[in-house]
């Protein structure tokens, strides 16, 4: 199954038609006007955007917040395409029409080889094709996700053009009333102006202006951007600092209760029915209930009470008799010996083969061969998994933090009886998402424990330790990688090997059961080995999908979050054995990729590459595209007292027009932040079935004491933009590898990095 293309999947769940889906006509995605709910005195124009009678522009929101800015970034594609301050722009969540849905998402996996885009013709037409095609599949699906680094890509097109259909609607509208020209007409601090002192604001023109149907529409040349591409002030900021911002945790009802959770401690496992009497004269207790394995998740216990504290003192109080699963006891030593059994044999999926690999190798004067590893990896969210819930009269109310609403519609009309149309979302910001609010687990749950509760609200609280102990993990991974050397020391043959688990089928299975495939191939388990940009003539990457019983999901940046590591730590061994700088045997190998190579060389100029360092201090280079950007790092980093510590992390990259460069050097802290503290610390280790990571003290992040300064540097174009929020991630460990390498003169060939 490739990666997020389980989508394409839901499209029988959905109703829609499969059968000739390619001659599927274009669907406009302005939408209807009757899209939007509208209070007293709004105007709506079409399904993005309606005016309130105060001439604010309200927006509808398809994009949950989870700290990348996306209630700043694309508020601001409104603001500029009708000359309006960003502080006239408000939000509103966006409901489930298929306008909203995640086009982009479902197009990441049609893209081809970056390399097949960069020749003087651009993307070839079988790529196009397929992008046409998958892009009308992705419109008829209209599958609403916040996931991919696709939140701006994705809003680029229809949102600009719903502006400015706004706009045209607008100006149009006044030259009719005032019987003057449109192109004398501007649209200057809400208000439509004209040089003889007319003018009008948004809200006096709005009712004439939804009649008004623009023969002409056009989007703002890049000429004429005022905001676009300045660091404009987060919107969030502000309920962020006083407090009123609400998170899932910050949920509060009249009478609500809480529930604490208690799951099998062995993953896939089950448990006896529990003793209620255990729970008599605990203080605040309601009652407990019990969980069967949702959506994925293991199976469990629910205690509610009147406060969660309270819940948690009784949950974990309680003795329970808990069943291994029927598969067996996971144990991840046993599982790394197998996946490298695997990666050793060799087979699976072929993902990308060029030349002939087999007759380059035969030629080979000298061969560098090595095996990488990544372990299982947890998602760490800071705000952990919780939803709000209430059952009542025939209807679902849910308060949750998720990056599919739809999904988590669905999942809680499931677990509740009722029909999807009876379920209420009401989404709230997330405190962190990171692919782990991909899943619905916990939505399903809190609906079973509010179906027990006669109609009172119930918020469940998972604990750091449940967090940490049934996440959906980023898959252990391991790469055997080859490489041939002729005479002359230059690289004529590569040939990658990974094995591991993959993502998709046990997404599908997960919620998709009836239309899931095993055997589909995952492209998740092969990004970053399958498309690194250098020219290497003869290429083959496999992938054998090996099922290890874990449960897994995205984390972000996916299965590039750990092949850049395997590709860029291997490139360095081939520059060391080609006898060349890392930087120079880079740049040889990147003749054909003027695009890799501005990047790369940004990053070098800005690092100061081959400048002296103070002495116990290296730099590191890893250069990688993922989600459509290009990223190249420079780490800086020492040993302290035999621990690694960066001291500095610069940053290019080319994600193509950038919207709000402030945000996307926030974002680039984050992914480096984020990617560290995997570098240094992140393992998941399960003996026995259970996990045996718990809270931050054995599953640490990196602390601002020892966050590295970040220095961003953006290649700003005119192609549309592309990922931000996780393609900084990938670059980080292998540039912090291939430093200690320098510093040390020992190669760690697996994560985390211990010296």
Not at 293 to 321: E, I, N, P, Y
Not at 574 to 588: I, T, V
Not at 719 to 732: F, I, N, Q, S, W
Request: hydrophobic share 45%.
């Amino acid at each position: 199954m490739k990666r997020r293309t389980w989508l394409l999947s839901a499209l029988g769940a959905t109703g829609a038609l499969i059968v000739g889906w390619g001659a599927l006509p274009q669907r406009s995605r302005m939408g209807k006007p009757s899209l939007l709910a509208l209070e007293q005195g709004e105007v709506a124009f079409n399904g993005w955007i309606k005016i309130a009678a105060d001439g604010s522009v309200v927006m509808a929101m398809p994009r949950a917040e989870m700290g990348q800015g996306v209630h700043t970034a694309l508020p601001m594609l409104v603001a500029e395409e009708l000359d309006i301050p960003l502080s006239q722009v408000r939000i509103e969540q966006a409901g489930a029409d298929s306008i909203y849905g995640n086009v982009s998402m479902m197009l990441a996996d049609v893209s081809g080889h970056p390399m097949a885009s960069e020749g003087p013709d651009g993307m070839p037409y079988t790529v196009r094709l397929k992008r046409h095609l998958m892009g009308k599949v992705a419109r008829e699906l209209g599958i609403n996700a916040t996931g991919g680094s696709s939140s701006v890509a994705d809003a680029w097109g229809p949102v600009r053009l719903a502006a400015a259909t706004v706009r045209a609607s607008l100006l149009g509208a006044a030259a009719a009333q005032w019987k003057l020209p449109v192109a004398e007409l501007t649209i200057q601090g809400g208000k439509v102006m004209h040089a003889s002192g007319k003018s009008a604001t948004l809200a006096e023109l709005a009712s004439a202006a939804a009649q008004h149907s623009p023969s002409e529409v056009t989007l703002k040349p890049r000429a004429s951007w005022k905001l676009l591409g300045t660091p404009a002030q987060r919107a969030d900021i502000p309920s962020k600092v006083n407090g009123t911002a609400q998170y899932g945790l910050d949920v509060r009802l009249p009478g609500m209760l809480y529930a604490a959770l208690r799951q099998c401690p062995m993953l896939g496992g089950d448990l006896t029915p529990v003793d209620t009497k255990q729970l008599e004269g605990k203080p605040g207790v309601d009652q407990l209930v019990m969980l069967p394995a949702f959506a994925g998740s293991t199976a469990g216990v629910a205690v509610v009470a009147r406060s969660w504290w309270q819940a948690q003192q009784a949950a974990l109080g309680l003795k329970v008799d808990w069943l291994a699963p029927a598969s067996g006891k996971l144990d991840t030593k046993i599982i790394a010996e197998a996946l490298e059994t695997v990666a050793r044999r060799g087979g699976g999926k072929t993902f990308f083969s060029a030349g002939n690999v087999k007759d380059a190798e035969s030629f080979s004067a000298t061969t560098v061969e090595s095996l990488y590893s990544a372990p299982y990896l947890a998602h760490a969210t800071l705000e952990p998994m919780n939803c709000t819930a209430r059952v009542a009269d025939g209807k679902v109310d849910i308060w949750a933090p998720t990056q599919v609403p739809q999904l988590a519609r669905a999942a809680a009309a499931k677990v509740a009886g009722v029909d999807v149309e009876q379920v209420t979302l009401h989404q709230t910001l997330l405190g962190g998402g990171f692919g782990r609010r991909l899943e619905v687990d916990s939505v399903a749950q809190a609906v079973r424990i509010a179906m027990a509760t006669q109609g009172k609200p119930v918020q469940l609280i998972w604990s750091r330790e449940e967090d940490t102990q049934h996440d959906f993990y980023r898959p252990m991974n391991v790469a055997l990688l080859r490489a041939g050397l002729d005479k002359n020391k230059a690289v004529i043959s590569l040939r990658i090997q990974s094995a591991g688990q993959a993502i998709g089928p046990h997404f599908m299975h997960r919620h998709f059961p009836a239309m899931s495939d095993s055997d589909a191939p995952d492209k998740a388990t092969a990004e970053g080995l399958c498309d690194i940009p250098y020219g290497f003539g003869n290429q083959k990457m496999s992938h054998a999908e090996s099922p290890m019983g874990v449960p897994v999901g995205f984390w972000r940046s996916v299965g590039h979050s750990h092949n850049a590591f395997f590709s860029e730590c291997f490139v360095d061994e081939l520059a060391e054995a080609s006898g060349l700088d890392p930087l120079a045997f880079r740049r040889e190998w990147l003749a054909e990729a003027p695009r890799h190579l501005k990047v790369l060389n940004l990053a070098a100029a800005k690092a100061g590459w081959g400048e002296p360092l103070p002495a116990g201090r290296a730099r590191g280079l890893a250069l990688h595209q993922s989600f459509g950007s290009i990223v190249a790092q420079v780490a800086e980093v020492s040993l302290d007292k035999g621990v690694p510590r960066v001291h500095r992390v610069v940053c290019a990259m080319d994600c193509g027009t950038v919207v709000n460069p402030g945000i996307v050097a926030q974002q680039v802290e984050s992914s480096v932040v984020f990617a560290l503290s995997a570098a240094l610390y992140g393992k998941i280790d399960i003996v026995g079935g259970a996990v045996q990571q718990s809270t931050f003290t054995n599953y640490p992040l990196v602390q601002m004491a020892h966050a590295p300064v970040v220095e961003t540097h953006l290649i700003d174009n005119e192609r549309d933009p592309t990922g931000v929020g996780e393609p900084a991630v990938p670059t980080l460990a292998p540039a912090v590898a291939n430093a200690l390498f320098t510093l040390t003169g020992k190669r760690l060939r697996g994560l985390p990095l211990v010296v």
